[in-house]
């Protein structure tokens, strides 16, 4: 079936006289997650991991991926006649390089410029002779219909600020550097600048569309059906015509040179490249979003507390990693407000866990031993979520523990950061990596995100990494109001691993000749699994942490839980599994 | 006679239709220590401090400086007729903008350009019109010599590395950027590359030189007379005809527009600005050097233990802050193959404590109870050394010997972080600050600098530091064999001033699936002050880390003590004072 998909591309391809032509996995809005309309790249290679570059040629094809899919292409590639191209292995030629070798008798390299970023686009361009055009679209003859979905207002006492506010400050920046036009086509950005939220793209609550800005219009580019509703001062044009509508522009248009498609990147004349306003804008949660997120961390705690307290109780009856993942999503189904998960749940156990992007396998049952590592998180209407916590099903044994402990202990030490203003995440990065750098244990990946409001679970520009990033942006000072995830963890293959996320706000502190201290505060309400602790390794500050955050989740949650729960919950509280009382 | 002075250099200033000349304080090395030729600033204002620029109009005058010299710049400029400009108060004019003021009634903006960097020069000439020419000389009769020091070789057992070999990997990175000339103007840098030393500067025991080289050749530009020796592959040219060849070069020349003055930068014609290749060559310490350094730690060790020791005994004796430094520097003296102070010693005791770039006061006597702080180091054939303690001279009060604890927390902190390969100064900074930072206290400079090997004790690019630097090359990686210190402080104005520095070097450590992790290792060698310690703020692990390094420092030193000193200090070791067993 793919053979004949390539076989009928390449003859397209011969027609236009193009011998290489490039599919990645986008949408026209390099967005995390795509829709079924868009996985062109999945339709063309039968490989249906998240991430991937295809490369056809007249006579071969090649798929590139990451180590994180390295056996499922093997295996979903398998008859293909595309070849895998493992990223990162040595001898592995560069994508371009692979380019330039199937062009070299001749032809041009073809891609779709709409799902092509600008970035990379423009780099292809100084050495290669491209042609973009749509070659899938003619062939994928039972392709699914673009998303749809109804739009929705996020009413104010959600949103906490108007459109018009936010355009003021928008505005204000494009003034700064002469710019005529904004144009935005990341869509958590257009969902927050108009207080809208739709369900086009899976998990993120947003909707197709493009914007552009002037200093006295907005125009949004979208299907004009999903909107039953109109938005003060914004003009609403067809989801396609922007492309028409960018090259008649006279005059400078600020734009994300990071965010934009290489089509929209041809048609511009004069570009300011310029982060949107609205990504940092977005990251400093308002007063009404944080008054409402802790109620949303509250339901989120609820569920998450009760699937804990089940999990513990039934471990022995026969659950797979699937059927808690179920329960869980069931449990947050209960709560009011609750719209979805903000991402694929991750429910995994034992050396799963080692898995950093496992998918749930159905036949997984759970023992009563080792540890399920749960990854989840929600989308209400007061925010969005995200929480992992490992769960001891049983015995441990010592290096577990060990484990659970070091990676706890970094979790807290980053939370009880304080720290002068002025600070970004590459200066605090080490109190949460510390005490596993100390046992020669790292993980290869950051140690917080930024967290949307009833948006994307991942947004930037604030996060945690000790990495010089290559873009300064992505290392910016922690203001208040800035919600990040923080996850140290631990990830041994074939053995365990361990994960332990609470998101934090970033909040004033005291203010003294010095200048501004800054703190955190933690809004995830969910027990830790006093079971899996070494407190041997633990100070007498870190016990003081865990007892008053364990004393706080008890007090918010408790209204919300049945008898036996809280019974368990409290039993953390007060001491009562004795051990807590030995070390105080 | 600075009325007189002044009334001299506005005649010239007239003849030149200068209305305004600038008189910064520098040499045309712009070195941080300035001979005695060199202070001109110093000779047409009055004002000694080690930091200020001069700017004389035609109807007044005024001198800009920092806050450690507000008092005595008041002082020395009092009936001088030149204003004080304090730097950083609100309301005080930009300096440009006072030159701008002086010459709106015409004439031009004069200065002698090899006294001024050159990245000043260039954002000068951009707005307002210059004149190079020295004004001061003409009126400067009894002005001092040029310094003049016998230069002598850094013998291989020291420097570890052979003149031949450093031009070699200098020379690479020439050809990396296609240059055909390399300038080198910093002093270190031309003494590190030689393997030369001097005494043309205070405390860095450097020659007064320029260096110019080429892909088969190198130019020393120095007094011919200084050195009594040749050095491969070098020819020596006069001091002063670096600016006649510079002008005649054709070709790329690489320098560091960061150290070279304004006068050579107008006479290169094609430029290209990098850093000296040098200087991030000297910062990696060679295998000789760091065995040098254990030694030279040792002598360092044995002097400052001494001077501790001898202190405790004897503070009634109506010792002052003076007597103290003075002792100090004899004890050094008694060690073979020191030479001379790495920089002025800081003997400060009680309040004067607080001020971080305190001068000694003779009149200053030591009394039985608070603080003294000593900030030293020698100079050594086997290496340069700094080291701070802060000395318990009798009864301190509880805040004292909290924020002793909190400062030695800090330090222990950072001098005992692992670390993967890659982190910078800037990831590491908040271990030496956080225990500071979670009591609302900070210390308003860096954690630590990097130090040279025989040369200046505050040597560049690697450090300690929070903030972004203006330039990425102060951010740089933390590299096997790299030399800082490690000292965060308290500073408690009119009250008391803390500080504990240790030198740490850089090791690899671990080497993993996860990459290189890396450590430190101290070099210092002195005991910290258990008197001073609230050992109930101490961890488990905190105070094993202080045992095993007082362990180390007695067996070290040990032989070179006295029997009474060897006491003392193994009481520190052994527990005899008691508090110690009691926490263990």
Chains 1, 2 share one sequence.
């Not at 998450?304 to 999990?311: E, G, N, P």
């Not at 709560?335 to 156990?349: C, D, M, N, R, V």
């Not at 790292?442 to 140690?447: A, L, N, Q």
Request: glycine share 8%; with cysteine; hydrophobic share 40%.
């Amino acid at each position: 079936m793919i053979k004949e998909r390539l076989e009928a591309i390449r003859k397209l391809m011969a027609k236009e006289n193009i011998s290489a032509y490039i599919i990645p996995t986008s949408d026209y809005h390099q967005s995390e997650y795509i829709s079924e309309y868009f996985k062109c790249r999945e339709y063309m290679s039968g490989f249906t991991g998240s991430a991937g570059t295809l490369v056809i040629g007249i006579n071969e094809a090649a798929l590139y991926t990451d180590g994180r899919y390295f056996i499922q292409a093997t295996k979903e590639l398998l008859g293909s006649g595309i070849t895998l191209m493992k990223i990162g292995e040595e001898g592995v030629m560069d994508l371009l390089e692979y380019v330039e070798n199937l062009l070299k008798d001749g032809g041009c390299l073809g891609f779709d410029a709409k799902y092509i970023d600008a970035n990379f686009g423009i780099e292809v361009a100084k050495k290669i002779d491209i042609k973009s055009i749509d070659l899938v679209s003619p062939i994928w003859n039972d392709r699914p219909a673009m998303p749809y979905s109804k739009a929705f207002v996020l009413e104010e006492k959600y949103a906490g600020e108007s459109v018009t506010s936010k355009l003021v400050k928008i505005r204000e920046e494009m003034r700064k550097v002469d710019a005529k036009y904004h144009l935005v086509t990341s869509l958590c950005d257009i969902a927050w600048i108009y207080n809208i939220r739709a369900n086009d793209v899976l998990h993120n609550p947003v909707l197709l569309a493009y914007t552009l800005i002037t200093d006295d219009a907005a125009y949004l580019y979208t299907d004009e059906s999903k909107l039953d509703f109109t938005i003060d001062g914004v003009t609403i044009r067809p989801y396609e015509s922007i492309y028409e509508d960018v090259k008649k522009l006279s005059g400078k248009v600020m734009a994300d040179i990071d965010s934009i498609n290489y089509e929209l990147y041809l048609g511009i004349d004069d570009l300011e490249a310029r982060h949107n306003p609205s990504t940092i804008l977005k990251a400093v949660k308002n007063e009404t979003e944080i008054k409402n997120l802790y109620k949303a961390h509250i339901k989120d705690g609820v569920a998450v507390t009760k699937f804990i307290y089940w999990l513990k109780k039934n471990v022995k009856s026969d659950i797979t990693e699937k059927m808690a993942a179920e329960h869980l999503e069931n449990l947050r189904k209960e709560q009011k407000g609750y719209i979805e998960p903000s991402f694929e749940t991750i429910s995994a156990y034992g050396a799963n866990a080692a898995l950093m992007h496992y998918s749930i396998k159905d036949e997984v049952v759970l023992k009563n031993e080792g540890f399920l590592l749960v990854d989840s998180g929600g989308q209400y209407y007061e925010g969005t979520t995200d929480v992992t916590r490992t769960i001891a099903l049983g015995v441990l044994n010592e290096r577990m523990k060990e484990c659970y402990t070091l990676v706890l202990k970094g979790m807290l030490s980053l939370s009880d950061a304080k720290f002068l203003y002025g600070c970004t995440g590459r200066n605090l990065d080490i109190l949460a990596r510390g005490p596993l750098w100390q046992n020669a244990i790292d993980y290869k990946c950051g140690t917080g995100h930024g967290v949307g409001y009833l948006l994307n679970v991942h947004e930037g520009p604030n996060g945690f990494r000790y990495k010089k990033p290559k873009d300064e942006y992505y290392d910016c000072v922690i203001e208040e109001g800035m919600v990040s995830s923080n996850e140290p963890g631990v990830y041994f293959e074939d053995e365990f691993g361990i994960r332990i996320e609470n998101e934090i706000i970033a909040k004033k502190h005291i203010k003294n000749e010095y200048g501004q201290f800054m703190a955190f505060e933690t809004l995830t309400l969910v027990p830790f699994d006093l079971d899996a602790i070494d407190y041997s390794l633990l100070s007498k500050k870190e016990i003081d942490m865990i007892n008053k955050y364990h004393k706080r989740v008890y007090d918010e949650l408790s209204p919300f839980l049945l008898e036996e729960e809280k019974e368990w919950l409290l039993a953390m509280v007060d001491g009562e599994q004795g051990k807590w009382m030995n070390v105080l």
